[in-house]
Each structure stands twice: as structure tokens, then as C-alpha cells.
């Protein structure tokens, strides 16, 4: 049997429009796009070119419109007006397979991997023709040497850490030959090391001709490793410029249309005489007008924190230890599938609290007046309570969850995560929230990723990790020691 | 006036539709897929015959009453097998529903040929119940009987107990987002879509036995002619708004009614009914994804 080459298992599929102009070419140009979502101007005539052989952070607010930019790019939404060139060719894309087709490639900040395939098949998914492992394996294997992305092409993907499953999507853009990645919010599932590995391995892309597109809030990662930067701010393009001209402070300025207050850290005092909740074993207590933060590794808190907050058994059963009545506000991680049900209106959202407990006839009158009380005072942008959950940004959503968590005026506030995915600002009026929350005499547990937030925002911490709960003070160092079970002579991890 | 008549026949006919499609709209709002409405009409209905059967001579005229709620618990029992299975062993109730439907019908076949077959033992049904057990007649001379009047006070309650009480927001709560419900609203998922199963049930066994006290007066092998399942599609119809199952239930009876004398009169079959109904319903089903408003567990919002 003679297999000619296109009967094959074949991922390359390039084929390019010819050159309008013959300047020396980007390698992708967008041209005045706009985009409106209804009423709402998600871009305005914004114009961008991305360098061959470069690294292009895109810096913004949430709700800036990066993500909406770059899904034009990779053919996923249509844009209302204006050109898409690639390499100075006009280019029609009415789908992404027309933009993997221009050897454009991106990863979203959502996954989309399969993880009951090995990640050779998730390699292969897009492919044409036959399906041979040996072929994928081989590509994969050639990818790793040239760029440094190694990854087992048989592991399967459901075993794989976050940040393996990002190299894979990575690797999947790279085997379809993309020559430019767009990569969604690349750093927020990753650790400190796996951060700086993953922009090695995109220098080295970068430095064969390759284009990256860094979609990302993370100043500083933007900073440490573009060469150019632009800045989107409602919807219009209000910085461009070499990285080298940028300094933090006039991108902040950028990014925020104006400089951030900068907050000093006050302690709370916990009133000791007044305990809140207590669960276990092994007890953990919160009090009146503290802030208890909560570090541990990746998952480990969630039980913790649900036991907190009265949500220990999923899906059925009665709320956990603590006492009875207690008012708790729960802020979850994850806000669409936990914390609001997207298709129902905000006052529908606002009913959602507590409607285990609700009784009778429900006053609607009564929490629509509730719901746009919330929606003021707590900034929340959205067209008014008759709004559905969905079409609110993520940093409105939150805002939103928070309010109405704090609306009853809780005892006990219970976060995960508060602020992931949040920008600067918006993750600030969380952090003052929550402090005036605390002033007012509520007991606040929360769970954070970032450290630097857990040390600047905790009275107290609890580290959770090997099997241990260990209080700490609000100190980096010694969180970290804890975290990782160091001991040392003075500081016996007891 | 044949023409009342034929609209009364209508009427009739859309009864046991708008109840039984009732139960089928609370159930998928509330996130559970109950295919059963058919096993649970005939469960109910054997339950109000045999009820109106034994106890009619004792009761007088509160047969009637009793009768009806038999039909209710009846139809609310046979729902909580497949209930049970799901919260125990996490069995499909599309499955377990659809296989109680089979098991319902031949019941029924066997109890009208054993032990309640009328004392002649010549035909397959069962003695006729007394005057005293049948639902009033409103329209003199029409079969149109006091049982639609109770489906449009059904289908008015659960319209208002969705739109304002907190059991009715429950109920949609947890068919929007079990998760949401649960984790933001601390509902009881697990037991209030028990409770869902078991109200959905109830009414698709009253429904069968409104059949009986209103029309049939008898139960045999063909008393449904599927109702229960052309209650999906006009649950399905009605966007799952009970006030909505009025106007498809009635709309349903109109189409089937029609049917059969398009054949009696002109020779076309009467299963092209059938097949108007199903495009009906896939057409419901995409326009309602395509009003951006998906019924959450069958259809999304459409995304160009």
C-alpha cells in the first residue's frame, strides 16, 4: 500500500493571501475594527500591528476589549468594520479554521482540551487525513527540541497540572505551524516558576520569527517580557508604543485613565471576646472584625473555607458545623456556575441568596429596590436589576456577588479567590469592601493564590498543607515556610 | 349545533393535554426529565376507576373528590420509583420513565382483563363507574365536562407559584443551575427536584383520572391516545410557561380532533397529525434557542 503524502495525517494548511503593500510587512495588521455588542461599544476604531519576531503584550482593563480584539483576529467573532492583514495580505476570515489556516493560533483563557485523550490526540484534533500517533509524536517531539516545550505526547490530559495542559494547547497552536500566538491570560493558572519558564519558551518562538500576542492585566509580567505594549481602555486604543518607552507608572496611567490610589495597610482588631465560627477538627476560630486569611496549596482550602460557609456536602444536605442562624455571606471562586445563574435577571440573582430558606410568596417590588441599592452603592455596571447575570463583565459580577453577600449585613463572610481575574482597580474595591466589612464587626475568612494580597489584607493566617492547619502571622516568608513544610531549629512546623 | 360539538370534542381533548403537559413543564423547569407522564396518566386513571369502582356505592357523591386524589397519589407514586432510583443509584429518569411507561400500560392490560374487569368478563375494560363518581357535564349534550375548568385553575396556580412564590423560584432555580442554587442559595437540590418528580407525577395521575370522571367513565386498554407524550411536545410548545399550556394543549386537541375527521372525511391519514406536531416542537425548540432564551438541559441560547 502506497500512502501518497496527502493521504497522510497532515496539520499544515497555509495559504496566504498576496501582498497589497509593499512595506515591510507586519506580521498581522488589524485596521480600524469595530465591534458593537448591541448597544454597547466593545471596540472602537482600534488599529494594531504586531511585529514579526516579537512579543505584543495587550494591557487593559477587564472589559477593555482585548479579548474581543484577538477572537477578530482568530476569526471567532466578526467584526463590524475594518481589515485583518497578514503579512500586508488582505485577510477574510469567517472562521478560526480560516485563521489557523493563515497560520494564526491562539489559547484561550478557558481550555479547550479533551482530558480524556492523550495529549497526542488533542494534538491531532484539527488534523486532516489519517490519524498516526508515531506522525504526532514526532511533531511533538519536534517542537520540544526547537522551542523547549517538552511535554509526554502519551500522558493523558485529565493527569496533567494546569500548567502542563497550557503547554499542550501551545504545542497543538505550534503543530498546526502557527507563526502567531495569541495567548488569552496565559499566566493566571501558573506559579512563579512556571511563569518565567513559560515566557523562555516564548522568547525562543519569538527569536525564530515567531509573533506572540500577551493578552494579560499582569502589569509586571508585561514589563519583565514584551517588546511592545498596547494599551486598550473602553473599547479604544489609547497606547502604543516599544516597551522601552513604557514605564509602569504610564501604563498603570493607561490601563486606569488615571493614577491608582495607593492604600496603607490598616489592621483590623479581632474582638476576641466574640467568636463567630469555629470548624473542624482541627478547630480553626474566627472572631468579630478580623480578617482570617487562609494559604494553602492549589485546592487544598476549598473544604475549609465550604465548611466556613456552611456548603461542606455538595449538591444536598444541611449546613455544616457552627451555629445555627449564623448570617453568612459566600463569595465562591467560581462566580458563573456557583455564585450566579447567568440567564436570570440581577434581582433574580439577588433572590438566589438564601433561597433555601425563603418562604411563601416572594416581594419582588422589595428586592428589585434591593438590587438596585446594590448595584449603586457597590459600582456595579450594568443596564439596571432586569439585566441578566450574563451580560455583565466578570469584575461587575463580582462586585455584584460581594454586595449581595454583604446586603443582610453578614456575621461571617466567607471568600475564595476574590480578586482572580480582576484588574487593579476593580480588585481594589474588593479589598476596601471587605476591610470596611470588617470595621463594621463581620468576620471575613478568604482564600488566595496570590500571596502578596493574603499578607497585605489578613490580621491572621492559617496555613493548611500536608495535613496540617498552622497559624501564622501575615508574613511572606513564614506563610511560605509553612506552606512548603520547611523546618528549621527556631521555627519547628509543630 | 354540530359545530359546538366538535368544539366541545376539542375541549375535551385537550384536558388531559394541558394537565398531563402541566406536569411535564414543572418537571423540566425544575431540571428533571420526566418522560413518564404517560405510565403516570394510566396509573392514575386505574387508580380513580378502581377507587370510584369499590368505594362509589359507600360515598355518594364525595367518590368523586376522593376518587380524583387517589388519581394524584397514584400517578405521584408511580413517579417516585423512578424518583427513588435516581437519588439512590443515580439511574436516567429519561430511562427509568420511559421503561415505567411500558410497564404501566400492560398493567393496565392485565387489570382490565383480571381482577377489574366488568362481571360479564366479555369485553376489556372495566363496569362503568356510577353517575354519582362522574365530573358534572357543563355543556348539555357535549361531552364538555368540569375537568378543563380544573386544568386552567391548575395551569393559572403553577403559572403564579412560579412567578412569585419561593418554592416556584426554587423549582427554577434548580433546573437553571443545581450548582448556583445549591452553592449561592443553599437550596436542597437533591430533595426539592424529589418533590418536583413527585408534583409532576401527581398531576399527570390526576390527569388520567379526570379522564375517567370526565369522559371515559371506564378504564380500558386505548384510554390514552398518548397523551402523555404529546404532553412533552406541548410543554415544549408552551416555552414550559404553564399559562403558555393552555393555548398549546388546546392547540394540540384542535390539530388531533382535526386529524381525525380529515380522515373520516377526506381519507387522509391521521398520522399526519403526528408528523405536524414533531416539526412543530423542533421548531419550537430552535426558535426558543434562537430567541436567546435556551431551556436549560435541552436547548442553549443560539451563538453565531
New interface residues.
Given amino acids: 500500500m502506497d500512502d501518497g503524502p496527502s493521504a497522510n495525517w497532515s496539520l499544515t494548511q497555509a495559504s496566504i493571501g498576496q501582498p497589497v503593500s509593499d512595506s515591510p510587512a507586519n506580521a498581522l495588521e488589524l485596521r480600524g475594527i469595530t465591534k458593537n455588542f448591541g448597544a454597547v461599544t466593545a471596540l472602537d476604531d482600534v488599529s494594531l500591528s504586531i511585529k514579526p519576531g516579537s512579543i505584543h503584550a495587550l494591557l487593559g482593563e477587564n472589559g477593555a476589549g482585548k479579548t474581543t480584539l484577538m477572537r477578530i483576529a482568530f476569526g471567532m467573532v466578526k467584526a463590524d468594520s475594518g481589515q485583518i492583514l497578514r503579512d500586508g495580505g488582505l485577510l477574510e476570515l469567517r472562521s478560526p479554521a480560516d485563521a489557523i489556516a493563515a497560520r494564526i493560533g491562539m489559547v484561550h483563557q478557558q481550555f479547550s482540551l479533551i482530558p480524556a485523550m492523550t495529549v497526542a490526540e488533542n494534538v491531532a484534533l484539527g488534523g486532516k487525513g489519517l490519524y498516526n500517533v508515531n506522525d504526532v509524536a514526532a511533531r511533538i517531539s519536534e517542537i520540544a527540541s526547537t522551542t523547549g516545550l517538552t511535554i509526554d505526547s502519551r500522558a493523558r490530559v485529565a493527569n496533567l497540572t494546569s500548567a502542563e495542559r497550557q503547554k499542550v494547547e501551545i504545542v497543538r497552536t505550534l503543530a498546526h505551524d502557527a507563526r502567531i500566538l495569541i495567548l488569552d491570560e496565559p499566566t493566571a493558572v501558573l506559579a512563579e516558576k512556571d511563569i518565567g519558564e513559560l515566557f523562555e519558551q516564548l522568547r525562543v518562538f519569538a527569536s525564530a520569527g515567531g509573533s506572540v500576542v500577551l493578552i494579560t492585566h499582569k502589569l509586571q509580567n508585561a514589563l519583565d517580557h514584551a517588546d511592545e505594549v498596547s494599551v486598550l481602555r473602553h473599547g479604544k486604543l489609547v497606547l502604543n508604543a516599544p516597551m522601552d518607552a513604557a514605564s509602569k507608572d504610564s501604563l498603570t496611567a493607561a490601563m486606569l485613565g488615571s493614577a491608582p490610589q495607593e492604600q496603607g495597610i490598616t489592621r483590623g482588631t479581632a474582638i476576641r471576646s466574640r467568636l463567630v465560627a469555629r470548624v473542624g477538627p482541627p478547630f480553626v476560630e474566627v472572631f468579630a472584625g478580623e480578617i482570617l486569611g487562609v494559604a494553602a496549596l492549589e485546592g487544598a482550602a476549598g473544604p475549609l473555607l465550604r465548611s466556613f460557609a456552611?456548603?461542606a456536602q455538595?449538591?444536598?444536605?444541611k449546613?455544616g458545623s457552627g451555629k445555627t442562624g449564623l448570617r453568612v455571606g459566600?463569595v465562591?471562586e467560581n462566580r458563573q456556575?456557583?455564585?450566579?445563574?447567568?440567564?436570570?435577571s440581577l434581582t433574580?440573582?439577588l433572590?438566589?441568596?438564601?433561597?433555601?430558606?425563603?418562604?411563601?410568596?416572594?416581594d419582588?417590588k422589595q428586592l428589585r429596590d434591593n438590587t438596585s441599592t446594590v448595584i449603586r452603592e457597590f459600582d456595579v455596571r450594568a443596564s439596571g436589576p432586569d439585566a441578566t447575570a450574563r451580560s455583565l463583565s466578570g469584575g461587575n459580577q463580582q462586585r455584584f456577588v460581594l454586595g449581595r453577600e454583604l446586603s443582610d449585613k453578614p456575621e461571617l463572610l466567607v471568600l475564595e479567590n476574590p480578586t482572580q481575574g480582576l484588574d487593579v482597580n476593580a480588585a481594589s474595591v474588593v479589598h476596601q469592601r471587605m476591610k470596611a466589612a470588617r470595621d463594621s464587626g463581620t468576620a471575613i475568612v478568604f482564600y488566595s493564590t496570590d500571596l502578596d494580597e493574603l499578607v497585605d489584607l489578613a490580621d491572621r493566617v492559617v496555613v493548611v498543607g500536608g495535613g496540617r492547619i498552622s497559624d501564622s502571622p501575615p508574613d511572606k516568608s513564614e506563610i511560605g515556610r509553612l506552606l512548603l513544610g520547611i523546618e528549621t531549629a527556631e521555627h519547628p512546623v509543630a | 349545533m354540530p359545530d359546538l360539538s366538535l368544539l366541545a370534542d376539542a375541549l375535551v381533548r385537550a384536558t388531559p393535554l394541558i394537565i398531563a403537559g402541566l406536569a411535564v413543564a414543572f418537571a423540566f423547569r425544575g431540571g428533571v426529565f420526566n418522560i413518564g407522564a404517560e405510565g403516570q396518566l394510566l396509573v392514575g386513571a386505574t387508580a380513580g376507576a378502581a377507587v370510584s369502582l369499590w368505594a362509589g356505592p359507600a360515598l355518594g357523591r364525595s367518590v368523586l373528590i376522593v376518587a380524583l386524589l387517589s388519581a394524584a397519589l397514584a400517578g405521584a407514586a408511580w413517579a417516585a420509583v423512578a424518583a427513588e432510583l435516581r437519588k439512590r443509584f443515580g439511574v436516567l429518569e429519561i430511562i427509568s420513565t420511559i421503561m415505567l411507561n411500558f410497564i404501566a400500560l400492560h398493567l393496565v392490560s392485565f387489570l382490565v382483563r383480571g381482577p377489574l374487569q366488568e362481571p360479564t368478563r366479555i369485553y376489556p375494560q372495566t363496569q362503568s363507574i356510577a353517575d354519582s363518581a362522574r365530573l358534572p357535564i357543563i355543556l348539555p349534550n357535549t361531552r364538555f365536562h368540569f375537568g378543563f375548568i380544573i386544568a386552567i385553575v391548575l395551569a393559572c396556580f403553577f403559572g403564579w407559584l412560579f412567578k412569585?412564590?419561593?418554592i416556584g423560584?426554587?423549582v427554577?432555580?434548580i433546573g437553571?443551575?443545581?450548582?448556583?442554587?445549591?452553592?449561592?442559595?443553599?437550596?436542597?437540590?437533591?430533595?426539592t427536584s424529589y418533590i418536583v418528580f413527585l408534583v409532576s407525577g401527581a398531576l399527570a395521575g390526576l390527569a388520567g383520572g379526570i379522564e375517567v370522571s370526565g369522559v371515559t367513565y371506564a378504564l380500558y386498554e386505548n384510554l390514552s391516545p398518548g397523551y402523555g407524550y404529546t404532553a412533552i411536545a406541548v410543554a415544549l410548545i408552551a416555552g414550559l410557561n404553564p399559562i403558555g399550556v393552555i393555548a398549546s394543549g388546546i392547540f394540540f386537541a384542535f390539530l388531533e380532533t382535526g386529524a381525525l375527521a380529515l380522515q373520516r372525511d377526506f381519507a387522509i391519514p391521521s398520522s399526519a397529525a403526528s408528523v405536524v406536531e414533531a416539526v412543530f416542537v423542533l421548531a419550537a425548540l430552535a426558535i426558543s434557542s434562537l430567541r436567546g432564551?435556551?431551556i436549560?438541559g435541552l436547548t442553549r441560547?443560539a451563538t453565531r
Wanted: aromatic share 6%.
Fill in positions: 456552611g456548603r455538595t449538591g444536598s444536605g449546613p459566600f465562591p456556575e456557583e455564585a450566579l445563574i447567568p440567564d436570570l433574580e440573582n433572590a438566589l441568596k438564601n433561597a433555601g430558606e425563603r418562604r411563601g410568596i416572594i419582588w | 412569585t412564590t419561593a423560584f426554587r427554577r432555580a437553571a443551575a443545581p450548582k448556583a442554587a445549591w452553592i449561592a442559595g443553599k437550596v436542597d437540590v437533591k430533595r432564551r435556551g436549560p441560547p
